[in-house]
């Protein structure tokens, strides 16, 4: 109950200082519409030159992409922890939140918070419709608890990664640039995973399992048989690397000593 | 001129130090450049051409943006938000050279760094795993080298136009992501200009952006031959002194604005 409390009170807050900068937060909106579009007309001019991509359909592509920007903006507001290493390792930010009472992750993720990035899951929510519209996809009634089952899955997988890569910077606190570069990784997952060679698939699958966020889960209700039971593993994928994410925290906390001032 | 040169050196060797930021920084081009080969092999199955370019020289067009990105990318657009954030311009202002010419030495830096620590042994390293094609013309590399020189430059430009925008708006991060998407999409970067439908390209040759991407890698996939090429080069050229004036308007109207947040 006082974890609940105190994540409406950090949200308020943010609030507060969102709209202090108001235009801002407009253009903000706008290149995060962008940022999506980017992609969305990767996809759209690619397959004005071919209509197949390994068997899946251009309306296909589009849905897996409007589907992975659910679970996505969910991660962006919520685990925006790209620069910890810097805010909170070398300016040593981090003694103060380990004063405080509630863990150590929870307050730093809400310090983090970035609400607006939410407006992406509806444009995914969108787009997916649009795609879903053109295909002529039926949907059950259960098919609604089993896409926030997925979309929440597929945040978690990329929570996962991203703070275990975050907790580097306990035992080492220099800089480094594994972030971006896991960023470029995460985007394979957006496309068939047929596409890729074994060495490849394996380690989607497996090790950085970008493919529960896009690819696995859009199969699901794309109807492909072949990949049912992967994209039900979703969940249980996002819960596993959650779980080994807050493990190595834990452990890398008790490692930590301050650097800053 | 000796102060520039010397801007140029001091960025290099603080590049120079933070050295895993090198090997993550070719891995991370590797990475892009494998996820592109595969997509394009996925595109062009059983297709020999599209647009007038074969897979092979479509990988090395892929893998050449990148390199080159490497050399005219940098973030002095940033780094002037934040000189103007932190109140750090107001000092800088008074230093005896141009401010707007230091930031871009200081990119230039940068641009060399990468250059020779990253996009050398990318390209080696990416030569090795996919498939690529380097042309054996030394007039190739010449008007290659001549052309990424032009990018860098306009690139520069709209990084300064950019960075100096937030002297009227004090926070712009949201007009420097959206200009970062901007150059990504409509440079070529991502896609050769010649990919898009007929009337975006009509549309995109009235403004500045593929001269950044496009035409440099163009250039050395020799997909562009004799009078494009030169076309391709007094294109760049055109946009780098037209882009002059709105910089020099800009820049005079902003020191007048100039307001200290802090500092």
Redesign the interface.
């Known amino acids: 109950m006082f974890y609940v409390s105190v994540f409406f009170q950090y949200m308020a807050q943010y609030m507060k200082t969102k709209l202090q900068y108001r235009a801002d937060l407009f253009v903000e909106f706008l290149s995060d519409l962008m940022f999506q579009s980017v992609n969305l007309i990767f996809i759209l001019v690619v397959f004005g030159h071919t209509t197949l991509l390994h068997g899946w359909t251009r309306d296909e592509m589009i849905f897996i992409y409007g589907f992975f920007l659910v679970p996505f903006a969910l991660f962006g507001a919520f685990f925006n922890i790209w620069d910890f290493n810097e805010r909170y390792i070398v300016r040593g930010e981090m003694d103060r939140v380990l004063t405080r009472p509630v863990h150590s992750l929870f307050q730093v993720i809400l310090e983090r918070m970035e609400l607006e990035s939410l407006v992406g899951g509806v444009t995914g929510l969108i787009i997916m419709g649009d795609a879903s519209a053109r295909l002529h996809l039926e949907f059950h009634w259960y098919d609604f608890f089993l896409f926030l089952l997925f979309a929440l899955g597929g945040m978690l997988v990329y929570a996962g990664v991203f703070i275990s890569l975050a907790t580097i910077s306990f035992w080492s606190d220099a800089r480094s640039s594994i972030m971006p570069m896991m960023y470029n990784i995460s985007n394979y997952g957006r496309y068939p995973i047929d596409i890729y060679n074994r060495v490849i698939r394996y380690i989607l699958t497996w090790i950085l399992p970008f493919a529960f966020v896009g690819v696995y889960p859009s199969a699901y209700f794309l109807g492909k048989k072949e990949w049912y039971s992967y994209a039900f593993l979703t969940p249980i994928m996002g819960v596993i690397f959650f779980m080994i994410a807050i493990m190595l925290w834990n452990k890398g906390i008790k490692h930590y000593r301050g650097a800053g001032n | 001129m000796d102060k520039y040169l010397e801007m140029i050196r001091i960025r290099f060797l603080m590049m120079l130090a933070?050295r895993?930021?090198y090997y993550?920084?070719i891995?991370?081009y590797c990475?892009?450049i494998?996820?592109y080969y595969?997509?394009w092999?996925?595109?062009?199955?059983g297709?020999s051409a599209?647009?007038g370019m074969s897979i092979e020289q479509m990988t090395t067009y892929v893998a050449v943006s990148w390199m080159a990105r490497a050399f005219y990318f940098n973030n002095i657009d940033r780094e002037i938000a934040m000189e103007i954030k932190e109140g750090k311009v107001a000092v800088e202002l008074i230093r005896p050279y141009s401010y707007l010419g230091m930031k871009t030495m200081q990119g230039l830096g940068e641009g060399v760094f990468r250059l020779f620590f990253l996009s050398f042994p990318g390209v080696v390293i990416t030569s090795l795993l996919f498939p690529l094609h380097f042309s054996s013309d030394i007039r190739t590399w010449g008007y290659f080298a001549l052309s990424i020189m032009l990018s860098f430059v306009i690139n520069s430009q709209l990084n300064l136009l950019a960075g100096v925008v937030t002297f009227f708006?004090l926070?712009?991060?949201?007009?420097l992501?959206?200009k970062r998407?901007?150059i990504?999409?409509f440079s070529g970067l991502?896609?050769p200009i010649s990919?898009?439908?007929h009337w975006a390209q009509e549309v995109m040759k009235y403004f500045p952006f593929q001269a950044i991407s496009y035409i440099p890698s163009m250039i050395f996939t020799e997909s562009f031959h004799g009078k494009a090429v030169i076309d391709g080069l007094l294109f760049q050229l055109m946009w780098s002194i037209i882009l002059l004036l709105p910089l020099q308007l800009l820049w005079k109207a902003a020191k007048k604005r100039l307001v200290v947040q802090g500092g």
């Open positions: 933070y895993t930021n993550t920084g891995l991370i990475i892009n494998g996820a595969f997509l092999s996925a595109i062009y199955s297709k599209i647009q708006t926070n712009n991060e949201g007009l992501r959206a998407f901007v990504d999409l991502i896609l990919f898009y439908p």
